[in-house]
C-alpha cells in the first residue's frame, strides 16, 4: 500500500506485489510521476507491513468510536468510504460551521491539531453551481488526528476534550 505523491497501491496478490516491486526497481516514469529511490524503499517497506498497518488503523478508528459512543451534538463518520478496510480518517460532523471552528480552536489550545476538509470544488472556483452535500461536509467536518503511531492514551485525551467542549454547547 502506498498513500503518497497523489496516488496510491493497494494488492494482495503475489504477482501484483512482485510487478509493483519491478516498476520500482526501474524507476518507470509515467506522466508526471517519477518514483525516487527513497520513494521505492519507502512503499517496499509498506508493502512488507500492510496487514500490521491495516490491524493499527482498525484497532485506532475502534477506540476513537468507543471514546466518542453516544456525543451530544456531532456525529461521527467513521470512515470516508464506511468499509471495514483501512481508514486515514475519522471524522467528527458538528451541528454546524461555528461550532465546528470553536471546538477546532479549543483543540489547538490544548496542542491538539486537526485538519480542515478541503472546500468543495464550487467554492474554489467560486461558480455558480452548488454541491449541498459537499458544502455541508465542508462547513461541519473536523478530521481528527489519526495517524500510526497515535497512543490509545493520546485518542482518550483527545477525546475527552471533544465530550467536554460539546457538553459545554
Request: glycine share 6%; proline share 2%; hydrophobic share 35%.
Amino acid at each position: 500500500f502506498y498513500d503518497g505523491g497523489g496516488g496510491a497501491i493497494a494488492t494482495d496478490s503475489e504477482r501484483g506485489i512482485e510487478r509493483i516491486e519491478n516498476l520500482l526497481d526501474n524507476k518507470i516514469t509515467r506522466g508526471i510521476t517519477d518514483i525516487s529511490a527513497e520513494e521505492s524503499a519507502g512503499i517496499r517497506i509498506k508493502l512488507r507491513y500492510l496487514d500490521s498497518m491495516i490491524k493499527q488503523h482498525q484497532k485506532i478508528k475502534k477506540i476513537y468510536i468507543r471514546e466518542l459512543a453516544g456525543i451530544d451534538n456531532g456525529t461521527i463518520i467513521n470512515s470516508l468510504t464506511e468499509q471495514d478496510g483501512i481508514s486515514t480518517k475519522l471524522v467528527i460532523l458538528l451541528k454546524d460551521e461555528k461550532t465546528r471552528d470553536r471546538l477546532n480552536e479549543y483543540l489547538k489550545q490544548h496542542r491538539i491539531l486537526c485538519e480542515m476538509p478541503y472546500p468543495p470544488l464550487n467554492l474554489f472556483l467560486k461558480t455558480k453551481e452548488k454541491f449541498l452535500n459537499a458544502e455541508q461536509y465542508y462547513k461541519r467536518a473536523l478530521h481528527l488526528p489519526f495517524f500510526l503511531l497515535i497512543r490509545e492514551k493520546e485518542i482518550k485525551e483527545i477525546t475527552a476534550l471533544i465530550r467536554k467542549f460539546l457538553k459545554g454547547q
